[in-house]
């Protein structure tokens, strides 16, 4: 490979670098310029004047005319719920050597 081969290399590869670069910056400027881009709002409208109704007041409140509230009952008391005994205690555990015993028989036969 001469000298001349091998600086023509090098310059296609700084060259393609470097459009690589600068497409990616122009697409980059594009789709940023796209992203924020304002859109036409349509006209707005007139405000329509708002409306309002206006209702009367309530009535001075008497106190001599009002009762007094009914008295209501309370509810009688829920009936109580005996606890049930607590169950049996369980059957003591056999010992482990009595079962390493009956193991090394069935072992044996």
Known sequence: MTIVSSLLQRRRLLLLIALTLALH??????????????????PRAEASPVTAQLHLA?????????AP???IAPLPPSPVRHIRAAPPALA???????SASAQAENDAA
């Open 69 to 71: 509230p009914p008295r």
């Open 92 to 98: 003591a555990l056999p010992e482990p050597a009595a």
């Open 25 to 42: 910056y122009v697409t980059i400027d594009w789709v940023g310029a796209r992203i924020g881009a304002q859109r036409p709002h349509p």
């Open 58 to 66: 309530l009535p001075a409140r008497t106190t001599a005319a009002s």
